[in-house]
Nanobody
Framework: QAQLVESGGGLVEAGGSLRLSCVDS????????MAWYRQAPGKQRELVAT???????NYADSVKGRFTISRDNVKRTVYLQMNSLKPEDTAVYYC?????????WGQGTQVTVSS
């Protein structure tokens, strides 16, 4: 019911910015709760930001004030604008969709922040 493809990752210097995108080719994007997670080497996957179907957002304390999640229901896309990036933001970033009782994941996109 959701097929997620992330893009926008890359290598950036500390203090720089990146914008991640996640496109859903499924039919139920508008009712899905969307989220971005990340997983650094040797660490557990952690929640970064969420946006509900109604547009309410929530952020991990570590990214508040620096990252912004948003969604475009016409384009079936969720974004993660990442500013003031730090080396500790280096991770694989995953898009997640929750539709009713099911959860779906993208393949991930690598973000590397150099010091």
């Amino acid at each position: 019911q959701a097929q997620l493809v992330e893009s926008g990752g890359g290598l950036v210097e500390a203090g720089g910015s990146l914008r991640l995108s996640c496109v859903d080719s499924g039919r139920f994007f508008s009712i899905a709760a969307m989220a971005w997670y990340r997983q650094a080497p040797g660490k557990q996957r952690e929640l970064v930001a969420t946006v509900t179907s109604g547009g309410s957002t929530n952020y991990a304390d570590s990214v508040k004030g620096r990252f912004t999640i948003s969604r475009d229901n016409v384009k079936r896309t969720v974004y993660l604008q990442m500013n003031s990036l730090k080396p500790e933001d280096t991770a694989v970033y995953y898009c997640n969709a929750k539709i009713l009782a099911a959860a779906y994941w993208g393949q991930g996109t690598q973000v590397t922040v150099s010091s």
